[in-house]
C-alpha cells in the first residue's frame, strides 16, 4: 500500500465533470419509481434522520442482548456462558458477509432491510416471551432450544441490516456533488455517536432492569424500537435515493480471476492503453465509474488483453466476459486484494473488544462490586468504554487532529493508515492491562486461600475501568477508522 505525504487512494476514479447544479443527482440514483432522484426532495439529511434512527434501534436491540446475556446464561458454566455469547457475537458480524452479498447483488439495501428487519424483530420476540414465561412451562431442554433459536433468528437479521444502514445513509448524498459530499462525512460521525448512544443505554437502563426488574422487559422495549424502526423504515421510502443494482460482485471477481489464469501464457502489453476498457459512455455518472490502471498484481491485467483471433467470433458480451475483462473490473479486484490485509487484521481488533461482553464481565464478577454504598453490575462497565468513546471522538476532533496538522501537514491530522495503526495499538494495551490485572487478582485470591473458589475477593471493580477506556479510545480510532477507510477505498 503507497504512502505520501497527502493519503495515496487505492481507487484511481476518472474525473466526474456532471453539472452539481442539476436538478436530479448526478450520481445515477433513483427514487422508489424508478425514476431519477431529484435533489430537492429525495435523500439528504431527510431520509439520513430516519437511516439513523433505525440504526440506534437495531443498536439498542443489539447490545440489550450483548452487554449482558452471560449473566442470563449462568445456569451453564462460565465458560459455555462465554463461549456461547462470544460465538452468538461472531455469527452477528458474520452474517453480515451474506447479507451484503444479497444487498449488493440481488435486492439492493433498501429491500435487504426491509427483509432482515422483521427477522430480527421475530427474534427478538421471541427472546422476550421465553425470558416472561418461568421455565417451569416447559420440558427440559426445551427452553435452551428456544433462546438459542431466538439469539440466532436476530442474528440473521441483523446480517441484513449491519452492512446496509451506513451504506444506505451514505447512498443520500450525492458523490458528485462537493458540498453533499461534506455532509456525507457528518453521517458518518453521526452513526458512530449514535452506535455508542445505543450501546450506553442498554450497559444503564437496559442492564439495571435485567438485573432489578427483570429479563423480559429489557428485551420487550428493544422489541418496541425494532417494530418502530420497521414502521419508519418502509414509511420513508419515497423519500430515500436508492443506487441501482450492477453485476453481482462475486461474479465480477471470479470472471477476473477464471480470464487471467486462461492467458496466463499470453505476454502484458508494454502499453496499457490496449487493455480492454468500454468506450467511454454518454453518462458523466457512468464515466466516473470508471477505474485508472495500476501496476499492482500485474498477472491479473492479462484478464484485459484482447486476443483479437477468438474475442472477434465471440458476439455476446456476457459470454465474453469469463475470457474478457475491462480494466476497471481488474482493478477493482486489485483494490480488495490491496485492502484484504486490513481487514484480516480487525478480526484480532473485534476479538479484542468481543472481550467486554464476556471474559470482562466475568472478572468483574469476582471482584469487590462495592463503591460506597452502592453495587456496580459488573454488565454495567461497558457504559465506561461508551462515554470514553464520545469523549475521545471530542478530543480527538477538538485537539489530536489540530495537534498532528501542524506536525504533519496534513488537513485530517493523521494518515488513515496512521489512524488505524494506533487503533490497535490502543486495542493491544487494553489486553495487556487486562492480563496483568487478572494475574494480579489471581494473587490476591491466592494469598487469601479464595483460590478457585467463584467468590469476589478484595480487589475493587474499578481497577477495570481503564481496560473499558482503553476500548473506547481505541474504537475511536480504529473504529470511525475503518469505516472512513473502507467507504473511500472500496470499489
Known sequence: METADEESPLLHLQPDRQDVGSEYTSDGTIDISGQPAL????????????IL?????????????????????????????AQ?????????????LIG????????????????????STIGILVLTVSASVPTSYYRAGV??????LALYLAA?????????????GADQFDSGDPMELQKKGSFFNWYYFLISLGSLLSGTVLVWLQNNVGWGISFAIPTVLMILGLAVLVGGSRVYRFRKLGASPFKSICQVVVAAVRKWHVQLPDDISLLYELANSSSPAESSQKIQHTNQFRFLDKAAIVLRPLDKTCKMLPMCSWSLCTVTKVEELKTLLQMFPVWASFMIFYAVGGQTTSTFIEQGMVMDNRVGPFAIPPASLSTVSMLSALIWVYIYETVLVPLARSYTGKEKGFSQTQRLGIGFALSMLTMVYSAILEMKRLAIAQASGMSGWNVPVQMSI????????????????????????????AP
Request: proline fraction near 3%; include cysteine.
Open 462 to 489: 474499578l481497577w477495570q475501568a481503564p481496560s473499558y477506556i482503553l476500548t473506547g479510545a481505541a474504537g475511536v480510532f480504529a473504529g470511525i477508522g475503518m469505516m472512513e477507510f473502507f467507504y473511500d477505498q
Open 143 to 148: 427452553h435452551r432450544a428456544v433462546v438459542y
Open 53 to 81: 434512527g433505525i440504526e440506534f434501534c437495531e443498536c439498542v436491540a443489539f447490545f440489550a442482548i450483548a452487554a449482558n446475556f452471560v449473566t442470563y446464561l449462568l445456569h451453564e458454566s462460565k465458560v459455555t456462558a
Open 39 to 50: 435533489k430537492r426532495n429525495k435523500g439528504n439529511w431527510r431520509a439520513c434522520y430516519m
Open 100 to 119: 451484503a452479498f444479497l444487498a449488493e447483488t440481488y435486492l439492493g439495501r433498501y429491500w435487504t432491510m426491509v427483509v432482515s428487519l422483521p427477522v
Open 84 to 96: 456461547n455469547v462470544s460465538a452468538w457475537v461472531g455469527a452477528c458480524f458474520l452474517t453480515p
Open 156 to 168: 440473521i437479521g441483523s446480517g441484513g441490516i449491519k452492512p446496509c444502514t451506513s451504506a444506505f
